[in-house]
């Protein structure tokens, strides 16, 4: 019974030891956590938020300064019986995280709102929490009706210089995907004002 423990032990050091040397990521578990569309002002807006594991070889790269781009990518379709699925939004929204070595500061922008945040912890929040995107004027959307959409964050690969692209090829910690996360809703009426 002892060869047997002595045999596990040493087939456990062993895969530890070429995980480690290899670089093979752990199971890394991305994901959508929620999403919640909202209608606020006559427009749908979504708020998400993201479960997503940076690898430190990542993070070690952007505090050399190399901004890393992620982008939400959303898709509203509306079901249709006797055709392809009417398409009522398709949307990407990318975020810059970026580190200032000068300044020793984090910077996260979507579009052309920035914010300095002090950590990358903080930084990385903002991407995590994705907050008052707007997607759709909410009249495109019929009230009562239920609609179909789908979510997913990946770092954008495409926006890095070209050889760290060459680079994201190769190694796992560069391969940042959540699946898509599927949800449905639907647009209640909505009450007017008291005033």
Partial sequence: MTFFRRLFSVWCVVGLFVVMQTGWSVARADQIVSVEPVVR???????ADVDIYVDPELRQAAEKGMPLYFTADLEIVADRWWWFDKVLANEHQTFRLSY???TRQWRVGAGDLTLPEATFEDA??????????????????????EYRGRLRLRLDTSRLPRPFR?????????????????FLFSISP??????
């Fill in 41 to 47: 002002n006559g427009q749908l807006y979504i708020d």
């Fill in 100 to 102: 200032n070595v000068l």
């Fill in 124 to 145: 990385l929040a903002y991407v995590k929490h994705i907050r008052g995107w707007a997607v759709a004027p909410a009249d495109a959307f019929d009230t009562g009706k």
């Fill in 166 to 182: 060459i680079d994201s090829f190769n190694s796992s910690a560069w391969s940042i995907v959540t699946p898509w996360k599927d």
């Fill in 190 to 195: 909505q009450t007017p004002d008291p005033s």
